[in-house]
């Protein structure tokens, strides 16, 4: 459990109702791990790669990203296609984390990457007991000691 401890979340959605709930959610299920949210998939990239609003700026390794399909910007696929195709990053465990279910999209997902899919609900309770169960499942998941 120390490693997960040190594990930094990246959390990429564009709505910050959404990212509260995650956030809140996540918390309720015991996760302590820090949490950066960044609101569109250029931050996201920016973050990664240390440019942009993030030249110079350290993170602790190792990341898990939880990411958003819709999003302004790099979409979540762009993002996904770029952190895959980077030997600097391409171990990152990536989860999708969005409100699309179409089963061509979930394939694209895997195709480019994804590590896991997950659909968000859209009624509320239904929302953070789902986001509940995913803190429980990073709770207990092993990620690369490095990207």
Request: proline share 5%; hydrophobic share 40%.
């Amino acid at each position: 459990m120390n490693n997960h401890d040190a594990v930094t979340i990246l959390l990429v959605e564009d709505d910050a109702g959404h990212a509260l709930l995650i956030e809140k959610n996540l918390r309720r299920a015991g996760v302590a791990n820090t949490i950066v949210k960044v609101d569109n998939g250029q931050k996201a990239i920016d973050f990664l790669f240390k440019s942009g609003d993030y030249s110079g700026e350290q993170y602790p390794a190792p990341l898990l990203i939880l990411l958003d399909l819709n999003l302004p910007v790099l979409s979540g696929y762009q993002v996904l296609k770029i952190i895959k195709n980077d030997e600097r990053t391409k171990q990152i465990p990536v989860i999708i984390l969005t409100t699309t279910d179409n089963p061509q999209e979930v394939s694209r997902c895997y195709d480019l990457g994804c590590n896991v899919y997950v659909t968000k609900p859209v009624e509320y309770e239904k929302f953070s007991e789902a986001i509940k169960m995913l803190g429980l499942f990073i709770a207990i998941i092993k990620v690369p000691d490095k990207a």
